[in-house]
């Protein structure tokens, strides 16, 4: 029997090959969609889940909590060696320091050097435990010693080549800002990609006392490390929660430690809450969104399924008549469905593995510190294959059972008479529902996608209060005296480069961190708090900053005693004239300072932020960065130029510069990456829904067939017959626009309100997907109807 089932199947599949292959792309695609989403969300969920004892290691972070609470990633130095040394039940504790702005240099023994680098984020400064609380994968050294004593640095093997090439590493220099020689100690293992704590180079945390000073270490107030803790097997985790409060009073000044609040986080949040790159509510989001398109397809198989039923009804009606029984006739389709979603299975796979390596570069393009490296292979991890298999099997039950049962149940007599369709038109109701749930995630997906573009392209417009272009950014080291008269000067000599400016953050920045301050005669800090920016005398016309009141810092003030603040910092003041508050005393970072000009208000970070409270104060010493003005018809040889006179000043030092547009770009990157994906996944949803109709309106030119053929022999006209069809989807139309308009508007309202500066959900946003809805729907059903309303009559009517 089973291997007639498989003749039968076959014969079937082989003779119906268009259709069946529409139903199987229809379903591939949504299977090939919601498999890549798998990829992308099991690869984020993966992060950091291989560590040992990852049930008991705990990630202790900071929120400060002023004018707002605002959550950090950090907490104070000494905190992790007072848990290992006053509390029994913490088994290990660690702190690491990520590199920002340093240096390291291979140098060649006679003063010079071989190498040089300039590292971020890949570099830290560690203590030995932390190769046991990672599990990190040693090759040479010994793991308990190589970090034990200051000036001691280990590599993994990639940066091992990356400094010395083939060349044995262990035993040789580098050196640390040009001020410290570092010996390699030990070489372990390359991090795997899906790990935020993707370090290359572990530098031993007894240096910071070298290069900082003993004094280093003692610091509770400031919030410079990580602090991983790992407890004693079996204890409760609120033990180390109620021990942090009491940490805080015992070692924070009275008048601090209400501002501080320590909170322990499970590892495994470690990349989804304070410093990971995929928020739980995306992933959930991207899950949600691949079950619908995995549902799209199943509903397409059964729409055209369903459509296909009325073909094989004297079939049914014959294997009746010969003693199948229910079971048996459920028992073949199913097996059918089963070929069909097999084949469509290995489609999908193709699909899938022709989709990663696209995958993996656009989210390495877009999202910083992340190195994908997804593949299909991951599908069949024993972790994955339980949830693959499942997707099969209820892909199989989903889309064959109801198609069978409508089969199955149809009536011998009315089959052979080739007149199923009073049975099928109570099914009708079903189908319905199915094309209406397809309407509704189509009118969701374009309004999205018209929502997300418009929102996308008002970021790009919205003035940022300062001129960005063409400027060229040189980023200077954190480390060691910089000779900025000097760059300043030479640069100016260059053809193309108009003005210098010196300062610590760019107008724009994502570096927002918090001051507080006091204004006037205050002696306590006013409710809400200030954004600092060095700057220099040249950083108001480089950025194009107008003033609305009082002067310009001055080049003779060196000890940074001279501020300007902006119009919102007035106005959150009080102080109705901006010039009332010329001349007036302000303290921020713990000295005495005096306002001397207000700035025009400009954008100091995304556009989820509003304009904030900005302090520009005149402090040459904390600059980060030099801003060269470029003339709109620079070369590449302005540039080349520039790196010269770099080269030239500090030799000993790495060039690295990115134009300011490419810097502004960053602050968009998620949208742009969001943007993408909504038009990818909407054209993905709208392929399928056009699918959908076509089974709908192949069911519908088969159910009315009869209809069709009266109204043409009683002289209707083909305009009247195509009307006959179309009304169907006017009244789904209609319905799926009821119900997704307002479900959409408030869901992309409610993503709006993140950002600061938004457009709204305008009546023309749901007006425009209506009609593209509209039109992707007749332009998909028009010829079929159109074929269906113009064969001849004859056809329809010959068995009567």
């Known amino acids: 029997m089973v291997i007639h089932y498989l003749t039968v199947a076959r ?69 992790a060696e007072v848990l290992r040394r006053d509390y029994a039940f913490v088994e290990s504790a660690v702190r690491l320091e990520t590199f920002f702005g340093r240096t390291l240099i291979v140098p060649n023994g006679q003063g010079g050097w071989i190498k040089k680098f300039a590292e971020a984020r890949t570099v830290c400064f560690t203590e030995p435990q932390y190769f046991d609380l990672f599990g990190v994968e040693w090759v040479s050294g010994n793991r308990q010693t190589a970090l034990a004593a200051p000036n001691t640095i280990v590599l993994s093997e990639q940066y091992a080549r990356k400094y010395f090439d083939t060349a044995p590493a262990l035993g040789r220099t580098i050196r640390l800002d040009n001020r410290t020689d570092l010996t390699v100690t030990g070489i372990v293992r390359n991090p795997p990609a899906n790990t935020q704590l993707r370090y290359d180079a572990f530098v031993s945390y007894a240096t910071i006392p070298v290069l900082e000073g003993q004094h280093a270490l003692a610091d509770w107030q400031g919030l410079q490390a990580m602090c991983f803790v790992r407890l004693r097997e079996g204890t409760n985790p609120d033990l180390l929660n109620r021990s942090l409060p009491v940490i805080r009073r015992k070692n924070l000044p009275a008048q601090h430690v209400n501002q501080f ?104 393009a877009n999202v910083e510190m992340l190195h994908p490296d997804l593949s299909i292979g991951d599908v069949i991890q024993p972790r994955a294959m ?24 149809f009536n011998p007599a009315t089959a052979l008479t080739n007149r199923p369709a009073t049975r099928l038109a109570g099914g009708l109701t079903v189908r319905q529902i199915l094309i209406l749930g397809q309407f509704v995630l189509m009118y969701l997906f374009i309004l999205g996608v018209l929502v997300i573009t418009t929102q996308l392209r008002h970021m790009q417009k919205v003035p ?135 700035v025009r208000d400009f954008r100091s970070g995304d556009l989820h932020q509003p304009v904030l409270p900005i302090t520009l104060i005149h402090d040459l010493p904390h600059s980060r960065a030099a801003v060269l003005r470029l003339s709109p018809a620079y070369s590449d040889q302005t540039r080349q130029a520039i790196q010269r006179v770099w080269d030239k000043v500090l030799p000993d030092q790495v060039y690295h510069a990115e134009t300011l547009t490419d810097l502004m770009q960053h602050f968009t990157e998620t949208e742009r990456l969001l943007g993408g994906l909504a038009q990818a996944f909407a054209l993905v949803a709208i ?71 938004r457009i709204p959900v305008s009546g023309w946003l749901v007006v425009a997907t209506f009609l593209l809805t509209g039109l992707i729907t007749a332009l998909t059903v028009f010829r079929q109807a159109l074929s269906a309303a113009r064969i001849n009559p004859v056809y329809y009517l010959k068995s009567e």
């Open 464 to 598: 940022w209060g300062f001129r960005h272009d063409p400027a060229l950014v040189v980023f200077l080291p954190q480390q060691g005296g910089v000779p900025m008269s000097v760059l300043r000067e030479q640069w100016k000599r260059i053809p193309g480069v108009e003005e210098v400016a010196f300062g610590s953050d760019l107008p724009a920045s994502p570096h927002n961190w918090p001051n507080p301050f006091s204004y006037h005669t205050a002696t306590e800090p006013e409710s809400f708090e200030t954004r600092v920016r060095a700057v220099d005398e040249n950083y108001l016309s480089v950025f194009d900053l107008s003033l609305v009141a009082g002067r310009n810092v001055r080049s003779p003030d060196t000890t940074g005693r001279e501020v300007l603040v902006n119009e919102t910092l007035v106005k959150q003041l009080g102080v109705v004239s901006p010039a009332a508050i010329l001349g007036k005393p302000i303290r921020l970072k713990d000295a005495d300072r005096v306002i001397v000009g207000i």
């Open 11 to 79: 014969r079937h599949l082989w003779q119906h090959w268009r259709v069946n292959l529409i139903s199987l792309l229809g379903l591939a695609v949504g299977l090939a969609s919601g498999l890549v989403l798998f990829l992308v969300v099991n690869y984020l969920f993966s992060f950091d889940r291989y560590h040992p004892h990852l049930d008991r290691t705990y990630w202790i972070v900071t929120d400060i909590k002023r004018e707002t609470v605002n959550p950090t990633d950090a907490a104070p130095r000494p905190l």
């Open 687 to 757: 392929g399928l829904s056009c699918l959908g109709l076509y089974g709908l309106v192949t069911f519908l030119s088969e159910t009315k067939a009869k209809e069709i053929g009266v109204r043409r022999v009683l002289g209707a006209r083909t305009t009247q017959l195509l009307w006959v069809l179309g009304r169907e989807f006017g009244k789904l139309l209609g319905l799926g626009f009821l119900v997704a308009a307002p479900v959409g508007a408030w869901a992309l309202s409610g993503w709006l309100q993140q950002y600061a500066y």
């Open 386 to 409: 339980g949830w693959f298999l499942g997707l099969i099997g209820g892909v199989i039950i989903l889309s064959g059972l109801y198609p069978a049962f409508v089969l199955a149940r």
């Open 261 to 364: 609040d320590y909170k322990v986080l499970p590892l495994a949040e470690l990349n989804h809450q304070r410093s990971g790159t995929a928020p739980r509510s995306v992933l959930y989001a991207l899950i949600g969104v691949g079950v619908l398109l995995v549902l799209a397809g199943c509903v397409n198989f059964i729409n055209l399924a369903t459509a296909r039923a009325l073909k094989r009804a004297r079939e049914v009606g014959v294997r009746k008549v010969m003693g199948s029984t229910h079971w048996q006739l459920i028992g073949q389709f199913m097996l059918e469905t089963a070929l069909l979603v097999l084949l469509a299975v290995l489609v999908a796979l193709v699909l899938t593995q022709l989709s990663v390596p696209l995958v993996n570069r656009t989210l390495a």
